[in-house]
């Protein structure tokens, strides 16, 4: 049986070592027959979560800010699987994958403060491989909302564009989208 996945893609550069890795496994994903959705956050207008407490009242627009994210929200709602791809800024995700998943929070407003249960996989390229503090937030998304962790992609030692080229996370990135059933 086919899934339906979202990648929420953090990183600034197109034809960058992330995109790199979500493009293998999107490839891997699709090949199994899954249907993926790739958004590039960074060419979207995601303001930060006010913190208002005030979304969940309309479950076609659940936050009161209406952005772009107007455009993931029906996406992550039929997803089965959430792929959170960043490179590594400061020993965490980026700024535009943090904005992005914290929106996500109206999602929950609108269903009596649950979070939809999801299958996720972090997919991180960086120039070191401190990958520490990203995966600590990660892991704690089972005990905290309920996703099920499908598995990490961490490509360490990657710097600019092309870096990851003969890496054998690009390899595992695309393996892990093809075993999706």
Not at 17 to 22: F, M, P, R, V, Y
């Amino acid at each position: 049986m086919s899934k339906k996945i979202v990648i929420l893609n953090g990183s600034p550069r197109m034809k960058g070592n992330t995109s790199a890795l979500t493009a293998a496994f999107k490839r891997g994903a699709e090949e199994a027959g899954n249907e993926v959705t790739e958004f590039h956050l960074s060419r979207m207008k995601i303001n930060g979560c006010l913190g208002c407490w005030h979304g969940g009242k309309d479950a076609e627009h659940p936050c009161t800010q209406h952005d772009d994210m107007e455009q993931i929200y029906p996406v992550y709602r039929e997803a089965d699987i959430v792929v959170l791809a960043s490179p590594l800024y400061y020993w965490f995700i980026s700024g535009f994958l943090k904005n992005a998943f914290d929106r996500l929070f109206a999602v929950a407003e609108s269903d009596g403060y649950r979070n939809p249960k999801k299958e996720s996989i972090l997919i991180m390229a960086a120039e070191g491989a401190g990958f520490e503090e990203s995966e600590h937030w990660y892991d704690h998304l089972e005990r905290h909302i309920g996703w099920k962790s499908l598995g990490k992609i961490l490509c360490g030692y990657v710097t600019q564009p092309g870096d990851i080229e003969g890496k054998s996370e690009l390899r595992e990135a695309y393996e892990l989208g093809k075993s999706i059933q």
